[in-house]
């Protein structure tokens, strides 16, 4: 094996190291470090020792490059640095700024410049060793769970939209038998120490693990921690009928209806920097008002937690395309601070019985979603997948021409009042009246992503049939056959459903969120959905419980429409397949041959002319992410371009 050792201090060259033994104490730290390397290299380990800053840029691009002069690629990386000076555990009141660098220098400014300077690095693995501090906080460790908390929330955003596997371990505390003078175990925490041996152990379990964010290390149980040091459940118990204060929605929505209307729009926004600087876990001054908040990096799942966290502090419901119909924090809070009065109005006329949501009654909603409604050509209408939110197609609408209009068409069900639509023609149909309002007549250029992609496909052949033109069906990654898995589909229950459902998520936040088959079956039908919350939270993404129910029933519409969808006829033009590269997400239930043997997927049976196959870098989800979306955009602008274009006018 080949190992490089990086460290801040100065280390004695190899030629330097018999000279250092013969004229140090055995017991010496460097001594102890000598002895270590010398009996890894006598077991037949390549050691190389190199010295830099882990929070200098320049120092650490030098010693990666002598690593990879002398072993070539590196494989993985493990971050481990602690602090153990004087104020290795200081409390609030004592600690200084200069005592917070010295924490944050090494975990906070050098996870940084880690994920800087391996950039583009093909590596199996990038580990940052965390504490259970993060976790369980206290004890005098304020900057030093603080400096893991954000390693922990950095591995979390890496592995939204970075091909190399992070991950980020919270430590027990370590015991060792020649203890580190600067450094003591903290009060409290002796009980649970691990040894050196049982350290390694538990490092191998996590050296075996895959596609997880967080691993916690802890030799008690963890709850009982958490309720004994966070959460101080027995001072709670003990004055439970005293003094109960009112949950932080009912406050701050009482705060805003108490306030002078002139005030409202300063605290909303306020409070809307606050909650997303939360989801983003940036500071709310790096929020402007005139920015758009998908532009500092929300994705579709952070929408969601966005989304949620507003209408429980502000008693509303909000619509799902709240962020594309008003995407700065100026226009967001101006809506808010309107729907507080129109609650208000409502409150009143009603006497205090207040109708929340929106009006069940037989109205149309339209299903589409501006994301890009400016420029000259005409415009795209693209349908995402089996669970209908179209903030995973924002990414394409930044790397598509700017005169190039996008328009979402997302999934009915996703606001409250909304009942999702269970056959493939009605939802098709729905779609083209939300479309025709922009466009009402053709040429129509249309794409779908996966399940999108037979949405698409069944437009395309309304449209048709109204005489209208297709000039563009692409087709994302999607399948024209139905998968094997789905053949038993009406026979499902609800375990069987919510399990499927979990698999789509791991596409986005990893295995962490991977259910377990017996568990559901073991417990009551009004507990399942409350299982798979707890693993979603467990992997990153905080929803309601309202949410995941609306959420559940668009996937089982969505799936039964299309199970049971049967083409009519075959397309009398071309379809546009974009594939993705890496087959992986399908082979498991399509099976490699028949990938192999048909490389349309299916949609070459239902065509009546050859389909036209673009092969895009990535898998099933990162396709549609960056790096990757940028080589799918570019191809796609290619397909768009080649159809001669009229100056479209939106209305």
Same mark, same amino acid.
């Given at each position: 094996?080949?190992?490089?050792?990086?460290?801040?201090?100065?280390?004695?060259?190899?030629?330097?190291?018999?000279?250092?033994?013969?004229?140090?104490?055995?017991?010496?730290?460097?001594?102890?470090?000598?002895?270590?390397?010398?009996?890894?290299?006598?077991?037949?380990?390549?050691?190389?020792?190199?010295?830099?800053?882990?929070? +200098?840029?320049?120092?650490?691009?030098?010693?990666?490059?002598?690593?990879? /002069?002398?072993?070539? #690629?590196?494989?993985?990386?493990?971050?481990?640095?602690?602090?153990?000076?004087?104020? /290795?555990?200081?409390?609030?009141?004592?600690?200084?700024?200069?005592?917070?660098?010295?924490?944050?220098?090494?975990?906070?400014?050098?996870?940084?410049?880690?994920?800087?300077?391996?950039?583009?690095?093909?590596?199996?693995?990038?580990?940052?060793?965390?504490?259970?501090?993060?976790?369980?906080?206290?004890?005098?460790?304020?900057?030093?769970?603080?400096?893991?908390?954000?390693?922990?929330?950095? $591995?979390?955003?890496?592995?939204?939209?970075?091909?190399?596997?992070?991950?980020?371990?919270?430590?027990?505390?370590?015991?060792?038998?020649?203890?580190?003078?600067?450094?003591?175990?903290?009060?409290?925490?002796?009980?649970?120490?691990?040894?050196?041996?049982?350290?390694?152990?538990?490092?191998?379990?996590?050296?075996?693990?895959?596609?997880?964010?967080?691993?916690?290390?802890?030799?008690?149980?963890?709850?009982?921690?958490?309720?004994?040091?966070?959460?101080?459940?027995?001072?709670?118990?003990?004055?439970?009928?005293?003094?109960?204060?009112?949950?932080?929605?009912?406050?701050?929505?009482?705060?805003?209806?108490?306030?002078?209307?002139?005030?409202?729009?300063?605290?909303?926004?306020?409070?809307?920097?606050?909650?997303?600087?939360? $989801?983003?876990?940036?500071?709310?001054?790096?929020?402007?008002?005139?920015?758009?908040?998908?532009?500092?990096?929300?994705?579709?799942?952070?929408?969601?937690?966005?989304?949620?966290?507003?209408?429980?502090?502000?008693?509303?419901?909000?619509?799902?395309?709240?962020?594309?119909?008003?995407?700065?924090?100026?226009?967001?809070?101006?809506?808010?601070?309107?729907?507080?009065?129109?609650?208000?109005?409502?409150?009143?006329?009603?006497?205090?019985?207040?109708?929340? %949501?929106?009006?069940? +009654? +037989?109205?149309?909603?339209?299903?589409?979603?501006?994301?890009?409604? #400016?420029?000259?050509?005409?415009?795209?209408?693209?349908?995402?997948?089996?669970?209908?939110?179209?903030?995973?197609?924002?990414?394409?609408?930044?790397?598509?021409?700017?005169?190039?209009?996008?328009?979402?068409?997302?999934?009915?069900?996703?606001?409250?009042?909304?009942?999702?639509?269970?056959?493939?023609?009605?939802?098709?149909?729905?779609?083209?009246?939300?479309?025709?309002?922009?466009?009402?007549?053709?040429?129509?250029?249309?794409?779908?992503?996966?399940?999108?992609?037979?949405?698409?496909?069944?437009?395309?052949?309304?449209?048709?049939?109204?005489?209208?033109?297709?000039?563009?069906?692409?087709?994302?990654?999607?399948?024209?056959?139905?998968?094997?898995?789905?053949?038993?589909?009406?026979?499902?229950?609800?375990?069987?459903?919510?399990?499927?459902?979990?698999?789509?998520?791991?596409?986005?936040?990893?295995?962490?969120?991977?259910?377990?088959?017996?568990?559901?079956?073991?417990?009551?039908?009004?507990?399942?959905? +409350?299982?798979? !919350?707890?693993?979603?939270?467990?992997?990153?993404? #905080?929803?309601?419980?309202?949410?995941?129910?609306?959420?559940?029933?668009?996937?089982?519409?969505?799936?039964?429409?299309?199970?049971?969808?049967?083409?009519?006829?075959?397309?009398?033009?071309?379809?546009?397949?974009?594939?993705?590269?890496?087959?992986?997400?399908?082979?498991?239930? *399509?099976?490699?041959?028949?990938?192999?043997?048909?490389?349309?997927?299916?949609?070459?049976?239902?065509?009546?002319?050859?389909?036209?196959?673009?092969?895009?870098? %990535?898998?099933?989800?990162?396709?549609?992410?960056?790096?990757?979306?940028?080589? *799918?955009?570019?191809? !796609?602008?290619?397909?768009?371009?080649?159809?001669?274009?009229?100056?479209?006018?939106?209305?």
């Amino acid at each position: 094996s080949k190992l490089i050792l990086i460290g801040r201090s100065q280390f004695p060259a190899r030629d330097d190291r018999s000279q250092w033994l013969a004229t140090h104490n055995a017991e010496d730290r460097i001594s102890r470090k000598i002895q270590k390397l010398q009996a890894m290299e006598a077991m037949g380990a390549e050691v190389m020792v190199l010295s830099a800053d882990v929070a +200098d840029g320049q120092q650490m691009e030098e010693a990666i490059a002598q690593a990879e /002069a002398r072993f070539g #690629n590196i494989n993985g990386v493990i971050h481990s640095v602690m602090f153990t000076g004087d104020k /290795a555990l200081c409390s609030i009141k004592e600690i200084t700024k200069t005592d917070i660098w010295q924490h944050f220098q090494g975990k906070v400014q050098g996870t940084i410049v880690l994920s800087k300077v391996l950039h583009n690095k093909n590596l199996d693995f990038c580990i940052l060793m965390s504490s259970i501090a993060s976790v369980l906080g206290g004890l005098g460790d304020v900057a030093y769970s603080a400096a893991n908390l954000f390693m922990d929330v950095f $591995v979390h955003q890496q592995n939204r939209s970075n091909s190399v596997p992070w991950l980020s371990v919270n430590w027990e505390t370590w015991e060792f038998e020649k203890q580190d003078q600067n450094y003591e175990i903290a009060a409290g925490l002796a009980e649970f120490a691990i040894t050196p041996e049982e350290g390694i152990q538990a490092f191998e379990r996590v050296l075996s693990t895959q596609e997880l964010n967080q691993i916690l290390v802890s030799s008690g149980d963890l709850q009982t921690r958490i309720d004994r040091w966070v959460k101080l459940k027995s001072v709670k118990q003990q004055n439970n009928s005293q003094n109960q204060v009112s949950s932080t929605p009912v406050t701050f929505r009482k705060q805003l209806e108490t306030a002078p209307v002139g005030e409202r729009q300063g605290l909303l926004v306020t409070h809307v920097r606050a909650q997303v600087a939360r $989801v983003l876990g940036i500071s709310p001054e790096r929020i402007t008002l005139e920015q758009k908040l998908i532009d500092l990096g929300l994705d579709s799942l952070m929408s969601i937690e966005l989304r949620n966290a507003l209408q429980l502090s502000l008693g509303l419901s909000v619509p799902s395309t709240l962020l594309f119909d008003y995407p700065t924090p100026e226009a967001l809070t101006s809506y808010l601070v309107r729907e507080v009065a129109h609650l208000e109005d409502s409150k009143s006329l009603s006497n205090g019985s207040i109708k929340q %949501g929106i009006v069940e +009654d +037989d109205s149309y909603h339209s299903t589409l979603v501006s994301i890009q409604p #400016n420029g000259s050509k005409p415009p795209l209408f693209f349908v995402p997948g089996v669970l209908g939110n179209v903030f995973d197609i924002y990414p394409l609408a930044q790397h598509l021409d700017s005169e190039q209009p996008l328009y979402g068409l997302r999934s009915l069900g996703l606001d409250e009042g909304e009942k999702p639509l269970t056959r493939m023609e009605d939802i098709a149909a729905h779609h083209i009246q939300a479309l025709q309002a922009v466009q009402p007549e053709g040429p129509y250029f249309l794409g779908g992503h996966s399940a999108g992609g037979k949405v698409v496909f069944e437009m395309a052949q309304q449209l048709k049939n109204q005489g209208q033109e297709v000039a563009l069906l692409a087709i994302m990654d999607g399948l024209g056959t139905n998968l094997q898995k789905y053949q038993d589909f009406a026979e499902w229950d609800n375990s069987k459903l919510i399990d499927d459902l979990s698999s789509f998520y791991q596409g986005s936040l990893g295995e962490a969120v991977k259910v377990d088959p017996e568990t559901l079956q073991s417990i009551g039908e009004d507990r399942k959905l +409350d299982y798979l !919350l707890e693993r979603l939270t467990i992997g990153g993404l #905080n929803l309601s419980q309202g949410e995941l129910k609306r959420i559940f029933q668009i996937y089982k519409a969505n799936v039964q429409a299309d199970v049971d969808y049967i083409p009519q006829e075959s397309y009398p033009t071309s379809i546009t397949f974009f594939r993705a590269m890496e087959t992986e997400v399908f082979e498991a239930t *399509l099976g490699e041959t028949t990938i192999l043997e048909d490389p349309t997927w299916g949609w070459g049976e239902i065509s009546a002319q050859p389909v036209t196959i673009h092969k895009i870098p %990535g898998n099933h989800f990162t396709m549609m992410r960056e790096p990757n979306v940028g080589v *799918l955009a570019q191809t !796609l602008r290619t397909c768009l371009e080649s159809y001669p274009r009229a100056v479209h006018h939106p209305l």
